[in-house]
C-alpha cells in the first residue's frame, strides 16, 4: 500500500506538459520562436504595420534605415511591412491547411486500423499512392488543376500531407483496437462510431500532436515554395515566397529583399520543427530520462 501511495505522490508532482516542454532546451527555443511568430502575424492581421504593405513609396531599393528598418522593394514598398502581412498569410495557409489534413488524415487512419483487414489494405494503398509523388511536386499538380490562390494552396497542401496523419493515426489504432477495454465495449453492444471517438481516437493523440507541429513547418515551407513559383499567394499580395521571387537578380544590389525574407521561413520551419522535437521529447516516456 505504502508503494502504491508513493507512486501516486509522484504522480501528482510530475510537473504539467507545458512545464515539461519548458524544461526540454528545443521544446522551449521552439516556443520563443513560434510565439514572435505569432506576435508578427497577429499584428500584420490587425494593421498594425510601420506602413500599409502595398503602398508604394519614392524611396524605391532604399537600404535599411531608421525610417524604413529593412529597407524598400523594387516598388517602394516598406520590407518589414510585408514581412509581417506575409507572416499572416503563412500562418492562416499553415494552419488551415494542417487542420483540414489533420481532421481528415487522422479520421481516415483511425477508422482504416480499427476496422482492419481488406479494407484496411484498401485505403492504405490509396495512401500509398500520394506517397509515391514528392510533397512539392503533387501540390503543384493539384494547384495547376485548381488554380493559383491562397484557398487552392490550403486545399493543395493539406492533400499532400493528409496520408501522413493517416498512417500516424493507423499504427495506434491498430494496437489499441486489441486492448481489453475496445473488446469489452464491443461485446456490450456500444456501436463502434462511439468506441472510435471515445476509446481508439484518444489514444491516437500523442503522437498527432507531435506530427502537427511538423506539418506545419513543412505547410510553410510548401507555401513559400509555391508562392516562389507563382502558385501560391498572388501579388500584390504579400507572401515570403513571392518576395524571394521578387528578389532574383537583383539581390545583388539590394540583398536585403531576399535576407530578411529567407530569415523569416527559416525561423518559423526551425521554430516549428524545434517544438516538434520538444514534445516528442517530453511525451514519449521512455525519452524523458533522458534530458
Not at 513559400?224 to 501579388?235: D, I, Q
Amino acid at each position: 500500500m505504502s508503494s502504491i501511495a508513493n507512486s501516486l505522490d509522484v504522480r501528482a508532482k510530475e510537473p504539467g506538459l507545458f512545464r515539461r516542454l519548458l524544461r526540454s532546451r528545443s521544446g522551449a527555443v521552439g516556443i520563443l520562436l513560434i510565439t514572435f511568430y505569432l506576435v508578427v502575424g497577429l499584428l500584420g492581421a490587425l494593421g498594425l504595420t510601420p506602413f500599409p504593405p502595398t503602398e508604394q513609396h519614392p524611396e524605391r531599393l532604399q537600404e535599411p534605415d531608421s525610417t524604413y528598418i529593412m529597407g524598400t522593394d523594387l516598388h517602394g514598398r516598406d520590407i518589414a511591412s510585408r514581412i509581417m502581412d506575409g507572416a499572416t498569410n503563412s500562418l492562416r495557409v499553415a494552419l488551415l491547411s494542417v487542420a483540414l489534413a489533420g481532421t481528415a488524415g487522422t479520421l481516415i487512419g483511425t477508422f482504416s486500423g480499427y476496422v482492419g483487414g481488406l479494407l484496411d489494405n484498401v485505403i492504405m494503398r490509396i495512401m500509398d499512392v500520394f506517397f509515391a509523388f514528392p510533397a512539392i511536386l503533387l501540390a503543384l499538380l493539384v494547384v495547376v488543376v485548381l488554380g493559383p490562390g491562397l484557398t487552392n494552396t490550403t486545399l493543395a497542401i493539406a492533400i499532400v500531407y493528409m496520408p501522413i496523419f493517416a498512417r500516424v493515426a493507423r499504427g495506434p489504432a491498430l494496437a489499441v483496437r486489441e486492448m481489453e477495454f475496445v473488446t469489452a465495449a464491443r461485446c456490450i453492444g456500444i456501436p463502434h462510431w462511439r468506441i472510435l471517438l471515445l476509446h481508439v481516437l484518444p489514444n491516437t493523440l500523442a503522437p498527432l500532436i507531435v506530427q502537427v507541429s511538423l506539418a506545419l513547418s513543412w505547410s510553410l515551407l510548401t507555401e513559400a515554395g509555391l508562392s516562389f513559383l507563382g502558385l501560391g499567394t498572388r501579388p500584390p499580395q504579400a507572401s515570403w515566397g513571392v518576395m524571394l521571387s521578387e528578389s532574383r537578380g537583383i539581390s545583388e544590389i539590394a540583398p536585403w529583399l531576399m535576407i530578411y525574407p529567407g530569415l523569416a521561413i527559416m525561423l518559423g520551419v526551425l521554430g516549428f520543427n524545434l517544438l516538434g522535437d520538444g514534445l516528442r521529447d517530453t511525451l514519449d516516456p521512455r525519452l524523458r530520462g533522458r534530458r
